[in-house]
C-alpha cells in the first residue's frame, strides 16, 4: 500500500481505474510532468521514472521523502495541532532570508503539517510567494502515516525529481516511453472555480505548448495519455488523437448544489 503524502487539488485517485485501463500494456520508462499529489505514480510503482513539478516546495518534499523519510519523520512528531502553531509556522516565509536557511527536511516537513492542517488542502501563496492559505479547524486530521512515508521513499528510489516547467521531460523523451500529462484543466467556463495552481498561471498558449510536446512524443514514438475538461477547446485542439470521455466528481467547487459528477477526457496515442 502507498497513497499520496498530501491532499492535492485535481489528485486523481478517484480516476485511477480510468487511467490505468487506457494505459499502455508495455512501456520503457514512466514519466510524470505535473506530478501533484502523485496519485498514480504511487499506485503504479513505476522501476523507472521522472517527475516534475513546477512548484519547488512539493519537489523538495518529494527529494526528501526519497533521500531522508526517517528524519522526516522525526521532525513530523514534533507539530502541534493549534491555531497559532499553525500561523507561526506559515509566517516562516515571510523573512525569505531566514527562510533560505532553514533545512529541506523543516521545509518538507512544513509543507505537510500546512496542507494537513490548512483549509481544505489547498494550496496558494499571495504576488511575494508567501502561502496564505488560512487555518483549517479540522478536529483530528491525520498529519502522516509512518510506514506510507517509509513506503513512498522506496518507490521514490529509482526516480529523477525535476523542478520547472513540463518542457523539462522533452530532452529525456526516448521511443517506448510513457508519459501521463495531468497539467491545469482548462476551466469549464469564465465563472468556474478554477483553482490557480501557481503563481504563473497555466493560460491558453501553455495549453498550445502542451499540445506540441504531445507531438513531439508521437513523433519519437512514445506514448501519451493526457487528462482535461471534456469542452470544445480541448476536443478540438486534440481531434487527430483518441479522446476517451470518463466521470469524475467534481472536487473543486464546494457549493451544493453544483457537486455531482463531470465529465472529462482521456486523450490517448496509441
Ligand atoms: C492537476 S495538478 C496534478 C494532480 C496530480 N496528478 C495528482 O494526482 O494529485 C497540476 C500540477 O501541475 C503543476 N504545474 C502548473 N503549471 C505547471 C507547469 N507549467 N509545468 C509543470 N507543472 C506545472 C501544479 O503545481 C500542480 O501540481
Known amino acids: ?3 499520496p503524502v498530501i491532499k492535492w487539488v485535481g489528485g486523481k485517485r478517484q480516476l485511477i481505474n480510468d487511467i490505468k485501463t487506457n494505459m499502455p500494456r508495455k512501456y520503457n520508462r514512466y514519466f510524470e510532468p505535473f506530478i501533484g499529489g502523485a496519485a498514480l505514480f504511487f499506485e503504479l510503482k513505476p522501476k523507472n ?3 516534475n513539478d513546477y512548484n519547488n516546495e512539493l519537489t523538495n518534499l518529494y527529494e526528501i521523502i526519497k533521500s531522508k523519510p526517517k528524519e522526516l519523520i522525526v521532525d513530523l512528531k514534533k507539530h502541534k495541532n493549534s491555531e497559532k502553531y499553525y500561523y507561526d509556522l506559515r509566517a516562516l516565509d515571510r523573512d525569505p532570508q531566514k527562510y533560505k536557511k532553514i533545512s529541506k527536511v523543516k521545509k518538507a516537513s512544513r509543507f505537510i503539517f500546512l496542507n494537513k492542517t490548512g483549509y481544505n488542502g489547498l494550496y496558494r501563496v499571495n504576488q ?4 496564505n492559505v488560512p487555518y483549517g479547524r479540522y478536529v483530528n486530521p491525520t498529519i502522516f502515516e509512518e510506514e506510507n512515508i517509509l513506503e513512498c521513499s522506496k518507490r521514490l528510489q529509482n526516480t529523477t525529481i525535476m523542478t520547472g516547467d513540463f518542457e523539462n521531460i522533452k530532452e529525456h523523451i526516448q521511443e517506448g516511453d510513457f ?3 495531468d497539467p491545469p484543466y482548462v476551466p469549464l467556463n469564465a465563472t468556474s472555480n478554477f483553482t ?3 503563481d504563473k498561471g497555466f493560460n491558453e498558449d501553455m495549453q498550445f505548448k502542451l499540445k506540441e510536446l504531445c507531438d513531439y512524443i508521437d513523433a519519437k ?3 501519451f495519455l493526457l487528462s482535461n ?3 470544445d477547446f480541448i476536443l478540438d485542439l486534440y481531434k487527430d488523437y483518441q479522446i476517451v470521455i470518463v466521470e469524475a466528481n467534481r472536487a473543486l467547487n464546494c457549493k451544493a448544489n453544483d457537486r455531482g459528477k463531470i465529465k472529462e477526457v482521456l486523450v490517448k496515442n496509441y
Open 1 to 3: 500500500m502507498c497513497k
Open 49 to 51: 521514472a521522472f517527475i
Open 128 to 131: 511575494k510567494g508567501q502561502n
Open 179 to 181: 508519459i501521463y500529462f
Open 196 to 198: 490557480a495552481y501557481t
Open 221 to 223: 514514438g512514445a506514448y
Open 229 to 231: 475538461s471534456y469542452i
